[in-house]
């Protein structure tokens, strides 16, 4: 009984969300800056996390939230890549750089020092 | 202070919790979906994170370039041998049976394919951090007015 | 259930079916929940579509990412109950909850170092009139 | 830093149990390596630190989380309204808000949380403090990012590193 409805819940909750997507593709398409389409693409994502929620609890199954999982890690790197290279034209160069200056990270610092020349 | 001080905090924070997932996905392609295939882009992705955040060359030092052709090379080894032991075993190219029979249980079924999925595991782990270095190493040629 | 605990009481006149009332309890709280966060997630979305500039969609989208995602996982963590999928639910609201305002910083750290300049000051949308009077390029920016 | 590591090889032992919820000893025992290889590879990146491994604070976390969350259930509701009025009144403001915290981790919390509430977004983050992007003019009040602030910082006990 509760359980046909909530199916009936989630469906329709999927539905909405589908909604929700189509709209978003529309900014995805028409945004004019890039940083538009980052946005859509990031908020698509989280989308998608919601809906492999919605869908593995519908199936009684757990594979759709390990994905679900997965797609909101992949979602966060994939951003960083894009703007990263469209700020600075190329992935490799330091955003940051790495904090202390232990004897070890001297004695890698002259390795590659080593390696370089 | 630099303005990727959130970047740079929160992706520390992710890159222990991406690596430990990429190898459960693997551990369990019995259960559920995953394998070595998956486990091997998911554990090179937490590198590439690495990489974009503290560039390339911190990478190169945390991961070094010889480590990833020592890996490739295992990798395939790994996943080729197994079906040369099996070969030299007596039985077909890839017949896990021999390898410990047991009419209850497929036991060498399971100890074959942990072995050929470490070789899948490492194989496609080091290929996409090469890859990446490979693509991430070249300077871009194409100037900033043609995009 | 508790009705047979109470041994004075001779003949319960009327039985409760205590599974069904916290089933559909249960089923009737996680319904709320999701039902308002899908409509919060679509309400993001419709905000990112008709916000006029760049840094005002990024509202939009966080909306979503923050009270449609948590009250959506919530509902599904309700119906989970006391399991292992409760625990991966958990998981993805907290990666969400961390990925997601980190994501929606770099972008804006991103453009505004790019040189988009945000729109300030108090905007109204155009009315339905204004806008068919002007080209169509006017009217999507 | 071995106390780190060994914080953090626990806590991520923990999260394979909870991924996987299979007690043999054989997958156990994949997990224990899978850990070892994860915090290796942590060692090698150099980042078992403090920002790394902030398990410690994971009290005083949950429980500006559960704050945050009523918070950010408030100030949903007016963005929700500004979204889909009709005419859209919208005011976006920016304001400079000062970060009182010391450790870095502490600044993204804080920075993340004002990110988190709708209707504020953090945009850079500099010596000066968080360039915040209001959608509407009443949440532009630096004054009321101060509690905020202060819980943040609690959250993370403001040990410095």
């Known amino acids: 009984m509760a359980d046909e409805f909530l199916l009936k819940v989630y469906v329709a909750a999927a539905v909405l969300m589908m909604v929700g997507m189509a709209l978003l593709l529309v900014r995805l398409i028409a945004g004019p800056a890039l940083y538009d389409r980052a946005l859509a693409v990031n908020s698509f994502g989280t989308k998608v996390v919601l809906f492999l929620c919605l869908f593995s609890l519908m199936n009684g199954r757990q594979d759709g939230v390990d994905i679900a999982i997965l797609y909101a890690l992949m979602n966060f790197i994939a951003t960083v890549a894009i703007l990263k290279f469209f700020r600075y034209r190329g992935l490799t160069g330091p955003m940051t750089s790495l904090p202390g200056s232990s004897k070890f990270d001297r004695l890698r610092e002259a390795r590659r020092q080593k390696e370089a020349s | ?147 | 259930m508790a009705a047979d605990n109470t041994h004075s009481a001779p003949a319960n006149p009327v039985d409760i079916p205590w599974d069904a009332v916290l089933e559909w309890g249960l089923a009737l709280a996680s319904t709320g929940l999701i039902v308002s966060g899908a409509i919060f997630v679509l309400a993001g979305a419709l905000g990112v579509l008709r916000m006029p500039d760049f840094f005002t969609r990024m509202h939009a989208a966080g909306m979503t990412d923050t009270l449609g995602a948590e009250f959506i996982l919530l509902g599904l963590m309700l119906q989970a109950g006391f399991s292992q999928m409760t625990l991966k639910l958990l998981l993805v609201a907290f990666f969400l909850f961390l990925t997601s305002p980190t994501a929606t910083h770099a972008i804006a750290n991103a453009a505004l170092k790019s040189g988009l300049k945000p729109q300030l000051g108090p905007y109204k949308a155009p009315e339905l009139s204004e806008i068919e009077g002007k080209t169509p390029s006017e009217g999507a920016h | 830093m071995v106390r780190y590591a060994i914080i953090l090889a626990l806590v991520m032992l923990l999260y394979w149990l909870t991924l996987s919820f299979y007690f043999e000893p054989l997958i156990v025992g994949f997990g224990i390596a899978s850990v070892l290889f994860a915090v290796g590879l942590c060692y090698r990146m150099r980042i078992l630190d403090s920002e790394t491994v902030p398990y410690m604070h994971t009290m005083t976390t949950i429980g500006y989380f559960g704050w945050l969350f009523l918070e950010v259930v408030k100030a949903n509701f007016a963005v929700v309204k500004a979204v889909l009025r009709p005419d859209m009144e919208i005011s976006p403001t920016l304001l400079t808000v000062p970060t009182p915290q010391k450790t870095d981790i502490g600044k993204t919390m804080f920075a993340n949380s004002i990110t988190l509430t709708p209707g504020t977004v953090s945009m850079d983050i500099d010596d000066d403090g968080i360039l915040v992007h209001a959608l509407l003019a009443e949440m532009a009040d630096p004054d009321d990012f101060v509690e905020m602030g202060q819980r943040a910082g609690f959250s993370v006990s403001e040990v410095s590193s």
């Not at chain 2, 979906?33 to 030092?61: E, M, N, S, T, W």
Request: hydrophobic share 50%.
């Open chain 2, 1 to 147: 202070m630099n303005s990727h001080l959130i970047l740079r905090t929160v992706s520390k924070f992710l890159i222990p919790l991406i690596v430990v997932y990429g190898l459960y996905v693997h551990f369990h392609g019995d259960f559920g979906p995953g394998g070595g295939f998956q486990a091997g882009v998911i554990v090179a992705a937490a590198v590439v994170l690495y990489a974009l955040i503290f560039g390339i060359d911190a990478c190169k030092v945390a991961v070094p370039p010889s480590w990833i052709r020592i890996g490739m090379t295992v990798g395939v080894m790994l996943f080729a041998g197994t079906g040369v032991v099996t070969w030299l075993l007596g039985g077909a190219f890839f017949d896990y049976d021999v390898l410990k029979y047991d009419p209850d249980h497929p036991a060498g079924q399971h100890l074959g394919i942990i072995c050929v999925e470490l070789g899948v595991l490492f194989t496609v782990a080091t290929v996409m951090v090469a890859i990446f270095y490979a693509f991430g190493s070249r300077t871009p040629d194409i100037s900033d007015e043609d995009w």
